[in-house]
């Protein structure tokens, strides 16, 4: 059972009720007023303030979709490859690995110099075909997306090598799709402002597209792009890094993948009607369904299978969720802080990611103790290397 109902029952929350900010609650309950919200809000344990619609919130919509509650990082997401490498095979210092991975995989603002050769369909088509078909006027962007494919970009995304309780070694990795799917969001976001029928919303931002109109078929489509982009980009990725570590062990074998999108949406049916839900910093977590919750740079991760919680939607939280904003990260904590907090770890302990220190994050442990009844875990991990933009 979820901790709290509030607004009558239209938020359920999965968290304590005073961890929650007063803006994210706010958001919230402007999310609670929609026309077209079906039952309620899910609130994960990771929620967090976000732009337009909160993040860590899962919304079922009747014949709507609101942008804003997908977020601009379209098709967000992560994945989790258990190798058959043990602990024992990694060397005392993992700097060179780090080194090759940043070589390999271009971080923050940098992309590769060329575009990568792409997986191909059945029809003998890669993601980039359908770049032209796109609805959003985003076609000068073309030769940046394609060599945008296969990079980490900055923030909250990451590469990590992570230990679990058995000593095995774990490749993860977290990204979304890029500058083109925050463009094509802010473009279809903007349209979504103006249509007549979401002048009188509570929260603009929260607009939202209406089944059976020109403006929602344009959207899905760019969206249903954006999202397959996002998860083309963590494939190359995950082959650009697992060749680097093939040339440090030749005896690499991949015995398993899990992947999982963050910020989307889905058609789905719940509370035998058929909705669309989105997840904004969640994961579906439908029961027997495998997902990854990675705590912060320094803490815990999760591997897990899904409970099927019907009032949450079939969903879980992606992450520990921010408990402050980057720029008060930034002005609390110093580089002291950052390499006392992620101590035994090989990454970055500099000024540029101090806004990514575990301090700044919400306690894993507590939101995984709060969303027992979401998800079981199947595996917990604790990275030994990690990648920042």
Same mark, same amino acid.
């Given at each position: 059972?979820c901790?709290?109902e509030?607004?009558?029952g239209?938020?359920?929350? =999965?968290?304590?009720?005073?961890?929650?900010?007063?803006?994210?609650?706010?958001q919230?309950?402007n999310?609670?007023?929609?026309? =077209?919200?079906?039952k309620?809000?899910?609130?994960? %344990?990771?929620?967090?303030?976000?732009?337009?619609?909160?993040?860590?919130?899962?919304i079922?919509?009747?014949?709507?979709?609101?942008?804003?509650?997908?977020?601009?990082?379209?098709?967000?997401?992560?994945?989790?490859m258990?190798?058959?490498?043990?602990?024992?095979?990694?060397?005392?210092?993992?700097?060179?690995?780090?080194?090759?991975?940043?070589?390999?995989? %271009?971080?923050?603002f940098?992309?590769h110099?060329?575009?990568?050769?792409?997986?191909?369909?059945?029809?003998?088509?890669?993601?980039?075909?359908?770049?032209?078909?796109?609805?959003?006027?985003?076609?000068?962007?073309e030769?940046?997306a394609?060599k945008?494919i296969g990079?980490?970009?900055?923030?909250?995304?990451?590469?990590e090598?992570?230990?679990?309780t058995?000593?095995?070694?774990?490749?993860?990795?977290?990204?979304g799709?890029r500058?083109?799917?925050?463009?094509?969001?802010?473009?279809?976001m903007?349209i979504?402002?103006?249509?007549?029928?979401?002048?009188?919303?509570?929260?603009?931002d929260?607009?939202?597209?209406?089944?059976?109109?020109?403006?929602?078929?344009?959207? =899905?489509?760019?969206?249903?792009?954006?999202q397959?982009?996002a998860?083309?980009?963590?494939?190359?990725?995950?082959?650009?890094?697992?060749?680097?570590?093939?040339?440090?062990?030749?005896?690499?074998?991949?015995?398993?993948?899990?992947a999982?999108?963050?910020?989307?949406?889905?058609?789905?049916?719940?509370?035998?009607?058929?909705?669309?839900?989105?997840?904004k910093?969640?994961?579906?977590?439908?029961?027997?369904?495998?997902?990854?919750? %990675?705590?912060?740079?320094?803490?815990?991760?999760y591997?897990?299978?899904?409970?099927g919680? %019907?009032?949450?939607?079939?969903?879980?939280?992606?992450?520990?969720?921010r408990?402050?904003?980057?720029?008060e990260?930034?002005?609390?904590?110093?580089?002291?802080?950052?390499a006392?907090?992620?101590?035994?770890?090989?990454?970055?302990?500099?000024?540029?990611?101090?806004d990514?220190?575990?301090?700044?994050?919400?306690?894993?442990?507590?939101?995984?103790?709060?969303?027992?009844?979401?998800v079981?875990?199947?595996?917990?991990?604790?990275?030994?290397?990690?990648?920042?933009?």
């Amino acid at each position: 059972m979820c901790l709290h109902e509030i607004a009558g029952g239209k938020i359920k929350l =999965w968290t304590q009720l005073d961890s929650v900010e007063s803006q994210a609650l706010d958001q919230l309950k402007n999310i609670a007023k929609l026309p =077209w919200l079906f039952k309620h809000v899910a609130s994960m %344990p990771d929620v967090h303030f976000g732009k337009g619609a909160t993040v860590g919130s899962v919304i079922a919509l009747k014949n709507a979709v609101s942008p804003a509650a997908v977020g601009v990082d379209i098709g967000c997401g992560m994945g989790a490859m258990l190798t058959n490498l043990r602990a024992e095979d990694l060397p005392d210092s993992l700097y060179q690995i780090r080194s090759d991975i940043e070589e390999a995989v %271009p971080v923050g603002f940098a992309r590769h110099d060329y575009g990568k050769s792409l997986r191909r369909d059945k029809s003998n088509k890669t993601i980039m075909h359908g770049f032209k078909d796109l609805f959003a006027p985003v076609h000068e962007l073309e030769g940046t997306a394609h060599k945008q494919i296969g990079t980490l970009g900055g923030g909250n995304h990451f590469i990590e090598l992570c230990l679990d309780t058995e000593g095995r070694v774990w490749l993860m990795l977290h990204s979304g799709s890029r500058n083109i799917g925050k463009t094509l969001a802010e473009y279809h976001m903007a349209i979504a402002k103006k249509l007549i029928h979401n002048q009188t919303l509570p929260d603009r931002d929260l607009a939202v597209f209406l089944d059976g109109t020109r403006e929602m078929t344009e959207y =899905w489509h760019d969206l249903d792009w954006a999202q397959k982009y996002a998860f083309e980009n963590r494939a190359m990725m995950k082959d650009l890094i697992f060749a680097v570590l093939r040339k440090h062990f030749p005896q690499i074998l991949e015995l398993d993948y899990i992947a999982c999108h963050h910020n989307y949406v889905s058609q789905e049916n719940h509370f035998g009607e058929d909705v669309l839900v989105t997840r904004k910093g969640a994961i579906y977590a439908g029961r027997g369904a495998m997902g990854i919750i %990675p705590g912060s740079m320094g803490t815990k991760s999760y591997i897990v299978e899904g409970l099927g919680n %019907p009032d949450s939607f079939c969903s879980a939280s992606h992450g520990a969720g921010r408990r402050m904003s980057r720029g008060e990260a930034k002005r609390h904590f110093t580089e002291a802080d950052l390499a006392t907090q992620t101590a035994g770890v090989e990454c970055r302990k500099d000024q540029g990611v101090l806004d990514e220190i575990p301090g700044a994050y919400k306690d894993i442990d507590q939101v995984m103790e709060n969303q027992k009844d979401l998800v079981r875990v199947v595996a917990t991990l604790k990275q030994v290397l990690c990648v920042k933009g």
